[in-house]
């Protein structure tokens, strides 16, 4: 057998490329990290989730400010945000974080980290800083980048990124937001409570387009109503400079062509696998535009050279990147095959209110042929929503013909902490019967989860039949107030 340096050799060290290193490293195999920045841990550390999550709290606390009024509280006059404070608190941020994913807790784990940009030189074989290494197993886990669309005088035009946004030292008075997916509505959300002019340009006709249209727009209502301006179903035909503003013409819904102007635009369109500069042909690694592709124990078209995180082009989430890992870890280390199962991998959109999701949605249902009741239940009457004064949204059970569920959506206030309940519901297989017969603390939004089983059982519970029997064996006397109308 041939003797290699390595047993393991990662590329990229973010969430993917990380979990692999560290189980791996911890398992005894001889592991080596290669990154192409100076730091550890990935687009979702320095330019996405972190930074991203943290901007949006001190949006959230600078809209709470302004709403004071509404709380029984004084009126705030509050001054103008300033964008450097801000950038400063997410660099803090970061900067805790990181030691986490810092080359001496790699090292302390057993894996070697090297910094630079490795070429193959064959399936086996990769260039790094004019040496020559060798692993037996390769994962490459090297991310994605923004998209950057192919309209007519971008290529010319400066426009931030999710990789500038984070750390622009003022806010911009105004800006186009290109793109109608997590992270546009998110940062349109977010610049627009700070005090920017924002405008979202949106090719269609919905946004959050992987979700359902009604909690969709209940979103896009909310953000409507806080100033975003809204195109949808719109045709970018160019973009130029303008002096100190961008323009940018686009076709709108009825196909005239209208133009909109910012300081600065924010692109959003989607992301682009980072395979450049590997030299993936010499490894005899496929890829498309899309990504590395893989099989459903996530080996590339070499088997022995696996593929994890955004660089598949699935599902371009940090805990799909740490699953992913775990998976590669299965099947290059233990040497024990396991598959990818994506049926409930759960998501979240950090708008206000928050969008969640595990499982199918109506949209996904409808396409895949699958019938299913829906059952709703409205933040509105849970009390602790009340008491928050977070009332807006809703929670969507969906369950099929033998009445499990398939999928839960929950758009409200800590949309994406209330689902972890569904997430052990739905993977432990976990009777409805159960969740809504256990004792959940009150007030809490929690309950939401509670009731939403309860209504789909009140009905079984509460039926003529029950009432019928019970009357038979017990000698129930029946209502002691009003008509057997249903109570309004
Ligand atoms: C603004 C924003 C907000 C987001 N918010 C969320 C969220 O709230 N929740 C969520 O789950 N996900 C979120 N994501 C997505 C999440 O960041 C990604 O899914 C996650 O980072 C993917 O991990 P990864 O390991 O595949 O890639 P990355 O984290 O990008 O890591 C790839 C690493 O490979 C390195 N690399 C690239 N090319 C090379 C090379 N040639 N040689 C060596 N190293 C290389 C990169 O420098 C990087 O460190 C967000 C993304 C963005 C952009």
Not at 50 to 75: C, D, N, W
Not at 262 to 291: C, F, Q, T, W
Not at 433 to 454: C, D, F, R, W
């Amino acid at each position: 057998m041939a003797d290699y340096d390595y047993d393991l050799g990662v590329i990229g060290g973010g969430a993917a490329g990380l979990t692999v290193t560290a189980g791996a490293a911890r398992l005894g195999a001889k592991t080596i990290l290669i990154e192409k920045e100076e730091v550890l841990g990935g687009d979702c550390l320095h330019f996405g989730c972190v930074p991203s999550k943290t901007l949006i709290k001190s949006a959230r606390v600078y809209h709470q400010m302004k709403r004071a009024e509404l709380f029984g509280l004084p009126r705030i006059d509050v001054g103008p945000v300033d964008f450097a404070k801000v950038a400063d608190r997410i660099r803090s941020v970061i900067a805790r974080i990181q030691v986490h994913d810092s080359e001496e807790r790699f090292c302390k784990l057993g894996a070697r980290v090297e910094f630079g940009r490795p070429r193959f030189l064959d399936d086996h074989e990769v260039r790094l800083n004019g040496r020559k290494l060798t692993a037996r197993n390769w994962v490459i886990a090297t991310g994605s980048s923004p998209a950057a669309p192919p309209f007519p005088g971008l290529d010319t035009t400066p426009y931030l990124t999710n990789r500038k946004i984070f750390s622009l030292d003022r806010l911009p008075r105004s800006m186009i937001v290109l793109g109608g997916g997590p992270i546009a509505m998110e940062m349109a959300q977010s610049f627009c409570r700070f005090g920017t002019e924002v405008s979202v340009i949106q090719r269609s006709g919905q946004i959050l387009s992987r979700e359902d249209r009604d909690m969709a727009d209940l979103v896009m209502q909310t953000m409507a109503a806080e100033g975003v301006r809204f195109h949808l179903g719109t045709a970018v035909e160019s973009i130029r400079e303008l002096g100190r503003e961008k323009q940018v013409a686009f076709r709108d819904i009825s196909g005239r062509v209208v133009t909109a102007a910012a300081e600065e635009i924010l692109v959003a369109m989607g992301r682009s696998p980072n395979v450049d500069d590997l030299d993936l042909e010499k490894a005899g690694v496929e890829y498309s535009h899309k990504g590395i592709v893989v099989d459903s124990r996530l080996r590339t078209s070499r088997r022995h050279i696996f593929a994890a995180g955004d660089i598949t082009g699935a599902y371009q989430f940090t805990h799909a990147a740490g699953y992913e890992g775990g998976i590669v870890i299965s099947n290059a280390v233990f040497r024990l095959p396991r598959k990818t199962d994506y049926t409930y991998l759960p998501w979240c959109t950090y708008t206000s209110p928050e969008l969640a999701s595990i499982g199918m949605n109506e949209k996904n249902a409808a396409k895949a042929g699958i019938h299913c009741s829906v059952w709703k239940e409205e933040f509105s009457n849970n009390d602790r929503s009340l008491a928050e004064g977070e009332e807006s949204g809703f929670i969507k059970l969906l369950l099929n013909e033998k009445e499990k569920p398939i999928g839960v959506q929950i758009l409200g206030p800590h949309a994406g902490d209330l689902l972890a309940e569904w997430v052990a519901v739905m993977n432990g297989g976990v009777k409805l019967s159960t969740l809504a017969g256990a004792i959940h603390p009150y007030p809490t939004l929690g309950e939401i989860n509670k009731q939403v089983a309860g209504t789909f059982l009140s009905g079984k519970i509460f039926s003529d039949t029950v009432k019928k029997g019970l009357k038979l064996f017990f000698n129930l006397k029946g209502r002691a107030c009003g008509s057997d109308e249903p109570a309004p």
